[in-house]
Structure formats: structure tokens, C-alpha cells
């Protein structure tokens, strides 16, 4: 992949300013201490610890990526928009997925266009020279190229999703980019950030990430949360649900974590089960209404099997002794 951006290079730099780990961030971020941070999350309807906070306050304040690691539903894409709506910034994302390559993270030619000029001139009686056709006008920017031009003027939050989702040639050249912040595009030169953006990698753990980029983060592990850390998000988030009916779905969710299934529910399922749960006027849990929304927490047919049925009075009789 990293041939594709290397051909031959034409040393055509935007204007750039060196940057260093060890500098102050490119720009003030709006905080002078973690507990600020924590504040200003909360504010917004995230519950960090100050493990988090920590992590996320130092990534700023010493240019480092942030790598966030733990299991789908957690919220680690959120500590991305919660950052770029902090220091009132775009947030730029690339989704990672298996076969993800230059192509779509990081820039192609409009072919389409190029193809519909060649033949107007043609028919015009003119011809089109390369420099034209392969110019920043027929260039398509993918997240990774849309980071690094728009950090030229203003940082970004730059959002790597799911890393662990692409292949080893992609990380491989991800780490490349994240070295330097600058990418080589053979038709017109090196585009070169004047800015580092603020960058968040997330990873759900399905495979190993390599220890070259690692290395180059700081890395924080989001575990599931704890009872009560749980139903302070689900107050903050849904403050319209009885204070009855967020402590059972806190609960009811913390015991299933403790149940062998196939995909243990997250954070994200918490909230939308709550909330479809308001929307359907229910004030606490009963086994009916439970097995009826099953499908709102569990994914898979097998889980669902698993637990309804006794099952689900059974942790609803143990729900409702903790409450």
C-alpha cells in the first residue's frame, strides 16, 4: 500500500510548522487540570473516571494519539465527539473495516469527471494535458487526507474507528501517516499537516493490534462499568426514566454480563433499551415486558433463548432484592 503513495515524490509542501511531542498542543485546549476535564465531560453527559481523564487530558497536552481498547458499546467513539465538541473542532472519522485500503482512507481520482472533461475538450476540438487532469480539482479526499489539509488551518479530531477491523497493511501504513502527518500523492506532491490533529484510535480487541503503534499512543482499556457508574450514565443520558425503572435495567444489565452468552451487552445497549422502554411508558421491569425487548440488548437468537423464560424471572427476582 505505502508503493501507492510512493511512486516518486514531487516535494511540493504546504507551508508547515515542525511540531514535537514535548511542544505545547497546536492549539489551548479549554481545561487547566483533569478534574476540568471531568467536569466538562459530565457536563456533556460522559462519565469518565480519572483513569480516562487522565489518559485523554495527557493525549492532548503532550500531541500523542490516544489508543482506547475494550468491548463494542463501552464508549470510546464517544470520547472522540465528546473531544472535537470540547475544543469546537470537526471531527473527522474512518470507519475500519477488513480489505480497507489507500483508496478509501485516503484519497482517489474522480475518474468519472476526469473521463466527462476528456471527451467535452474532445469534442471541443482540445486536449487535456495530465497536469489538469491529475489536479487537486479531480481529487477525491478520503477521512485521512480530509484530516491532514484541514489540520493545515485548524486542528481536528481525527477519528480511527475499529482499527482492529482493517488488515496488518493497513495499520502498517496508518503508523507511517501518524509518524509524520503528512501523505505523498505522486500527480501533485506531499501534503503535510501544519497542525497535528487530536487523534483517537479505537479497538474492540478482535485481533491484536501491533506494538509499533501501540508504542506511539497513550492506551487506556474501557472496561464495563461498575452498578453505580452505570446508572449515573443512564440518569445523565435518559433523565426522563423513573429513578425505579434505571436502577432495574442497571441491574438486570450488570447480571446478564455475568451470564455466558455469546455477546455480552454494552453501555450503548443499556441506553437503548432504557430508552425504548420509556418510550413504551414503563416505569419497572415485569417478565413480560422484558422478554418482549430482549431483542433491544441481545443480538443473537442463541443468547435470547438462553435467557428467557426462567431465566428472565430469575434475574429479575435478584434485581429487584438489590434494589
Known sequence: MGNQLNVYQKQVKLPYLPSSPLLPPPFPMPLTSIETLQTTLRARNYVADRGLATSIYLAHKLNR???????????????????????????????????????????????????????????????????????????????????????????????????????????????????????????????????????????????????????????????????????????????????????QITAFIQELRRTDLYKIPGVAETLDWTTALVALDQTALDPTIVEETLGVILKYQDDVDKIKGENVKAILDSVRVAS
Not at 472533461?117 to 469534442?123: F, G, M
Not at 486542528?155 to 477491523?165: A, G
Not at 501501540?214 to 449515573?232: A, G, N, Q, S
Open 65 to 247: 494519539p490516544l489508543f482506547l481498547e475494550g468491548e463494542a458499546g463501552v464508549g470510546k467513539t464517544e470520547v472522540a465527539k465528546m473531544m472535537a465538541d470540547i475544543l469546537d473542532t470537526e471531527l473527522i472519522r474512518l470507519q475500519c473495516y477488513e480489505g480497507l485500503d489507500v483508496h478509501h482512507a485516503v484519497y482517489e481520482w474522480n475518474y468519472t469527471r476526469q473521463m466527462m472533461n476528456i471527451r467535452l475538450a474532445e469534442a471541443q476540438g482540445e486536449k487535456l494535458s495530465e497536469d489538469t487532469l491529475f489536479s487537486r480539482d479531480y481529487l477525491l479526499r478520503r477521512p485521512l487526507l480530509q484530516a491532514i489539509e484541514h489540520s493545515h488551518d485548524k486542528p481536528v479530531v481525527l477519528l480511527v474507528d475499529e482499527l482492529d477491523r482493517s488488515d496488518d497493511e493497513f495499520e502498517a501504513f496508518l503508523l507511517e501517516v501518524l509518524s509524520d502527518f503528512q501523505i505523498t500523492i505522486p500527480e501533485i506532491g506531499t501534503i503535510q499537516a501544519k497542525h497535528k490533529p487530536f487523534v483517537v484510535i479505537t479497538s474492540n480487541r478482535t485481533r491484536e493490534v501491533h506494538d509499533a503503534l501501540k508504542r506511539r499512543c497513550l492506551y487506556y482499556w474501557i472496561d464495563y462499568p461498575t452498578f453505580e457508574k452505570e446508572l449515573e450514565i443512564v440518569r445523565a443520558k435518559i433523565p426522563e426514566a423513573s429513578a425505579q425503572l434505571s436502577r
